[in-house]
Nanobody, 123 residues
Framework: QVQLVESGGGLVQAGGSLRLSCAAS????????MAWYRQAPGKQRELVAG???????NYADSVKGRFTISRNNAKNTVYLQMNSLEPEDTAVYYC?????????????????WGQGTQVTVSS
């Protein structure tokens, strides 16, 4: 059983900040790439930021300079620090992680999703 548990969403005024967290748990596993996606009402889910196990990052153009993705490999956790939030950032934010599960035979690598956390930015 794999779980990605997100926290940190909420309501904030434009210009404010929020920090999202996503902790992964499973039986016997390792985590490769991790990422944050978001989906606004009526829109497709889009990549916000990604980070490799070694710490290389990439960002959507719309969040560069405002959002920072980081991870703590010892805690199997990825974070998204969101500053200078804008109403256009309002969406459900989803954590995504590529896990290799060693409790399965053969070992299996695939992506898993969190349940999503709502971020609402008021103008």
């Amino acid at each position: 059983q794999v779980q990605l548990v997100e926290s940190g969403g909420g309501l904030v005024q434009a210009g404010g900040s929020l920090r999202l967290s996503c902790a992964a748990s499973a039986s016997i596993f390792s985590i490769n790439d991790m990422a944050w996606y978001r989906q606004a009402p009526g829109k497709q889910r889009e990549l916000v930021a990604g980070i490799t196990r070694r710490g290389s990052t990439n960002y959507a153009d719309s969040v560069k300079g405002r959002f920072t993705i980081s991870r703590n490999n010892a805690k199997n956790t990825v974070y998204l620090q969101m500053n200078s939030l804008e109403p256009e950032d309002t969406a459900v934010y989803y954590c995504n992680a590529q896990l290799t599960r060693y409790d399965l035979h053969p070992a299996t690598t695939r992506h898993y999703w969190g349940q999503g956390t709502q971020v609402t930015v008021s103008s």
